[in-house]
């Protein structure tokens, strides 16, 4: 299934699906550049990792920059994902 529908794109409505996301919903892709631009967007896929593992989620920060905001999220996707396993399969 599309990962997300793009409603705009230079000032112009369309509607066109980017991406996908695996049928567990636990991996998902897109080329949606500058995604993370976006401070909603960034909210809810926080909001979503936290669901996903049934974490109690903390008060989100409010006027977090886009930089504290990405270190936040990596930090939460460093403690969900096996590191060792993935830098393995790499060859690091």
């Known amino acids: 299934q599309p990962m997300l529908q793009i409603t705009q794109s230079g000032g112009r409505r369309i509607k066109m699906n980017d991406g996908c996301i695996s049928k ?3 991996t998902m892709g ?3 550049h500058g995604i ?3 401070k909603t967007v960034r909210e809810k896929l926080i909001s979503w990792f ?3 593992k049934n974490i109690q989620q903390p008060p989100l920060i409010t006027g977090e920059s886009l930089t504290e905001s990405i270190n936040r999220l990596s930090i939460i996707l460093e403690r ?3 590191m060792k396993y993935i830098v393995d399969i790499l060859g690091f």
């Open 24 to 26: 567990d919903g636990m």
């Open 30 to 32: 897109c080329y949606a």
């Open 36 to 38: 993370f631009d976006e």
């Open 50 to 52: 936290f669901i996903r």
């Open 80 to 82: 969900s994902l096996n």
